[in-house]
């Protein structure tokens, strides 16, 4: 799952700041910001992690073989997809 890093402009990476809430288990929140150039995904009582950009929506962790995936819908991120090692994928959508 990891993919060799590219750079991405700190106006692209604040876009996808936010709250995302997991369709299931319900309730549960992921939390991505952002320091300066760089990105995180926050997963309360999984881990938290930088964000390394594969391309402008996709990102992969260093620490864990997990992906992260940007959805936008007419331009605005509406949903996040964690894609596990496995291929499992949970989607969370934008709340905040």
Do not use: C
């Amino acid at each position: 799952m990891r993919g060799v890093s590219v750079r991405l402009d700190p106006k692209i990476l604040e876009t996808y700041v936010g709250q995302y809430q997991y369709e299931e288990p319900p309730n549960r929140i992921v939390t991505v910001s952002r320091e300066g150039d760089r990105l995180f995904v926050d997963i309360p009582k999984d881990f938290k992690s930088e964000l390394f950009a594969e391309s402008e929506s996709k990102f992969f962790l260093k620490t864990a073989s997990r992906q992260v995936v940007f959805i936008k819908n007419e331009g605005r991120v509406t949903h996040l997809e964690l894609v596990l090692g496995d291929g499992r994928t949970s989607r969370a959508k934008r709340v905040k």
